[in-house]
Nanobody
Framework: QVQLVESGGGLVQPGGSLTLSCAAS????????IGWFRQVPGKERELVAS????????YYAASMKGRFSISKDTAKNAVNQQMNNLKYEDAANYYC?????WGQGAQVTVSR
């Protein structure tokens, strides 16, 4: 089972940018999708974006289109998520997922 570790979370002002990274230990098989999810207390975890490891096909939730960009770094066995024009409602704990494996989460705080 692959181990996933997120990094890159932090505090950002509204309108700012952050890049999250999800590093995988172990082989990511070509037909797997890697997804970024987010969760705030009291709400269900929601899918933000995902990418197919082999073909690079991407998916974005509607509210993230045009602001978030997911990409893979095959050299580092990692999936990155560039987040631009962050809004207050983007504040959450962000998790990456591949099949049944979840990372521990990276906190994103949006505040002045």
């Amino acid at each position: 089972q692959v181990q996933l570790v997120e990094s890159g979370g932090g505090l950002v002002q509204p309108g700012g940018s952050l890049t999250l990274s999800c590093a995988a230990s172990g082989r990511i098989f070509d037909n797997y999708r890697i997804g970024w999810f987010r969760q705030v207390p009291g709400k269900e975890r929601e899918l933000v974006a995902s990418i197919n490891w082999s073909g690079g096909n991407t998916y974005y939730a509607a509210s993230m289109k045009g602001r978030f960009s997911i990409s893979k770094d095959t050299a580092k066995n990692a999936v990155n998520q560039q987040m631009n024009n962050l809004k207050y409602e983007d504040a959450a704990n962000y998790y990456c997922k591949q099949e049944a494996s979840w990372g521990q989460g990276a906190q994103v705080t949006v505040s002045r």
